[in-house]
């Protein structure tokens, strides 16, 4: 657990114009070997609630993270803010074409980079935690964390619950002032599922049989620590997973499912660990979220989860 404060004054959104339907993620898996039976469509776009996620088809994932930081870091030096560090988290591993993955960004110069990945979709909540013992530290003025990933190939489209698109999101933190302030931190990973799904099958069971109980847990470890109710909360912004994930959570705390932010699931999927501030950005654009609200961010992984209050 980590009590620092730090604010969000900046973020930027790049999520790809091309989009692919269900189907069509089910007919590229089959075509390329991998089953995804019409009943598993049908469940998928009913039970999870998926229609469509963006796809890249023209750029590199170095391409994204550009789209994504580029503006931001343009921005915040017009505006004479400092940037000392650019905090990359990702899920995937880099395919060999983007190895080097910031050579399509010349905005980043001669910033010091350094990436995350290990804890799955819910790095993005490590490196946040990273990035904040930073500025708490005093070692740094501001941090640009970006978050970014793309299926270079069709299986990495689908989780057994989850369909996944490509997108990249980028947010500047700062001890200054800013609109989302952040003031507590938690990330919980499970070593037995290093592999992920490729872990030994006894610690596969294990997850997937606890995974509900671990992310109400986490949740009401969470509010325990931070001296707050469920009530006290506007919205909990989870990683996009699938619809029926959070109605459970949600029976489970207990509460009414509408605290957890869906909307967004049908039209982008599950984004790997741009989830988070992507919601957080949808929500604000579309004016849920308001002014002195508290939030919390929840970013699940394969054996790994992720959890931070806010406040807008």
């Given at each position: ?148 990933d793309k299926a270079f190939h069709p299986a990495l489209k689908r989780l057994p619950h989850s369909l996944l698109g490509d997108a990249a999101c980028a947010c500047y933190m700062t001890r200054e002032a800013g609109p989302h302030r952040t003031f507590y931190l938690r990330s919980v990973f499970d070593a037995g599922m290093d592999a992920g799904l490729h872990s030994q099958p006894e610690h596969v069971k294990w997850f997937q049989t606890t995974y509900h109980f671990a992310i109400r ?96």
């Amino acid at each position: 657990m980590t009590r620092v404060c730090f604010s969000v004054p900046e973020l930027s959104v790049y999520v790809p114009s091309g989009t692919a339907a269900v189907e069509d993620v089910a007919r590229q898996l089959r075509q390329a070997g991998f089953p995804f039976a019409p009943e598993d469509v049908a469940r998928f776009r009913g039970r999870y609630g998926f229609d469509r996620v963006p796809v890249e088809r023209s750029k590199r994932l170095g391409g994204m993270l550009a789209e994504a930081c580029g503006p931001l870091l343009i921005r915040l030096r017009r505006q004479g803010r400092p940037v000392d560090r650019i905090v990359i988290a990702r899920t995937l591993d880099l395919s060999w074409h983007d190895e080097h993955a910031l050579r399509d960004a010349p905005e980043i110069g001669d910033t010091p980079v350094f990436a995350l990945s290990q804890h799955n979709c819910a790095t993005v909540h490590l490196a946040m935690q990273a990035a904040g013992q930073l500025l708490h530290a005093g070692s740094t003025e501001g941090i640009v964390l970006v978050t970014a990933d793309k299926a270079f190939h069709p299986a990495l489209k689908r989780l057994p619950h989850s369909l996944l698109g490509d997108a990249a999101c980028a947010c500047y933190m700062t001890r200054e002032a800013g609109p989302h302030r952040t003031f507590y931190l938690r990330s919980v990973f499970d070593a037995g599922m290093d592999a992920g799904l490729h872990s030994q099958p006894e610690h596969v069971k294990w997850f997937q049989t606890t995974y509900h109980f671990a992310i109400r847990q986490l949740i009401r470890t969470a509010l325990r620590e931070c001296g707050l109710t469920v009530g006290d909360l506007r919205f909990i912004f989870g990683s996009n997973v699938n619809r029926t994930t959070w109605e459970e959570v949600a029976s489970m705390l207990p509460c009414d499912s509408g605290l957890f932010y869906t909307d967004t699931i049908a039209k982008v999927g599950h984004l790997h660990g741009s989830d988070l501030w992507y919601n957080v950005h949808d929500a604000v654009l579309r004016g849920k979220l308001r002014r002195g609200d508290r939030y919390m961010t929840v970013s699940v992984g394969l054996g790994s989860f992720g959890c931070a209050v806010h406040q807008y």
